[in-house]
């Protein structure tokens, strides 16, 4: 399934409606892969940066999404 967006001049697009759906988040990891832009939903990275903004954890961003790509995929099966 495939969408069209335009970029803003600030460099903004809007996500269409169907997308947002299908995605069911309001984060997305963007990865640009040569000419391609992959959009990612991010559900639950809330916690892991609620622990990192107490201190609690000085976990790397990498280690952060690792964590929260885990879970994604947990709730995926």
Not at 5 to 30: H, N, W
Not at 34 to 39: K, Q, S
Not at 66 to 77: D, I, L, Q, T
């Amino acid at each position: 399934m495939s969408f069209t967006a335009t970029i803003t001049s600030k460099g903004q697009i809007t996500i269409p409606r169907e997308a947002r759906k299908i995605l069911d988040s309001k984060t997305v990891e963007i990865e640009v892969v040569g000419n391609t832009v992959v959009l990612r939903p991010v559900k639950s990275i809330a916690g892991e940066l609620a622990r990192y903004a107490q201190g609690r954890e000085p976990a790397a961003m990498g280690k952060v999404r690792e964590k929260v790509w885990n879970e994604v995929a947990r709730e995926k099966k």
